[in-house]
């Protein structure tokens, strides 16, 4: 990686696979338990906010009880001892990059850790469930939700994600199936900026021929062979 200055690397579900928490898509992930549209969409918590209430109290619950494994440790190192600029830009809502001490990470889906009040719109770091329709810690309102981002709605910090791809040398992509936008589609946005891209996955993803290299195998034994 000589010639490599600035790296934004995107992960997934895959990437903390390995420490027990469920994917989304792979066989017996979370949507086969759960449609995809009875839990992730601002609809669904219109219609049944107790189903997605339930739903959310339940992952932040097991994510509380993995560890990061070695490819969390892996991309901490990385990060701690990288020259020039680096992004972990995150789909999942898990914290297990940062419990790993990895300290550049974008939570672009929103995190597990906080409870967001849709009444005066203040976030508020949140272990605890939210089925029991807890008062808002700064208004006093029962209207606390997920942090999360649902489907339909606007991903955070997106302005800062493209600037750091339009910077990047290269784009690295790490267990993540390619099915989600806008995600998705920063293979092609780096692409397009003749910015190098890699990824790394359990299997062939939907955007694996977008990329200039795709390796396959599980995460904690590629992540680490790319690091060191
Ligand atoms: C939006 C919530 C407007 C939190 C999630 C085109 C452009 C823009 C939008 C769209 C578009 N086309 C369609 C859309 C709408 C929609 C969308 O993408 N729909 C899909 C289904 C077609 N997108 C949206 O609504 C987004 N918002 O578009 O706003 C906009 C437009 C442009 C620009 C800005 C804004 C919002 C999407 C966010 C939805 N919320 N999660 C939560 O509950 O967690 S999405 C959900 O899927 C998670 O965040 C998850 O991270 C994400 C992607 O899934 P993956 O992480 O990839 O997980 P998956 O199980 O699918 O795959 C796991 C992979 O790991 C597999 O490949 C497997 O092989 C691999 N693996 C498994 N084990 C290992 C491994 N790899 C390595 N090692 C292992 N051991």
Sequence with gaps: ??????????????????????????????????????????????????????????????????????????????????????????????????????????????????????ACDTRTPWTGTLIDRPHCPSCDAQALRPDVVWFGEMPYEMDRIYTALRQADLFVSIGTSGAVYPAAGFVQEARDMRVRTLELNLEASMGSRWFHESRHGPATQLVPQWVE
Excluded at 3 to 27: H, K, Q, Y
Excluded at 43 to 61: C, G, H, I, K, Q
Excluded at 84 to 91: M, N
Aim: charged fraction near 25%.
């Design 1 to 118: 990686m000589a010639d490599i200055r600035n790296i934004v690397i995107l992960t997934g579900a895959g990437v903390s696979a390995e420490s027990g928490i469920d994917t989304f898509r792979d066989a017996g992930g979370l949507w086969e338990q759960h449609r995809v549209e009875d839990v992730a969409t601002p609809e669904a918590f219109a219609r049944d906010p107790d189903l997605v209430l339930n739903f959310y109290d339940m992952r932040r619950e097991a994510i509380q009880t993995k560890q990061p494994n070695a490819a969390h440790d892996a991309l901490a190192r990385l990060d701690a001892g990288w020259h020039g600029d680096l992004l972990i830009v995150t789909q999942n809502v898990d914290d297990l990059h940062e419990r790993a001490g990895a300290h550049r990470v974008l939570h672009m889906h929103g995190t597990h850790l906080n409870a967001w009040c849709t």
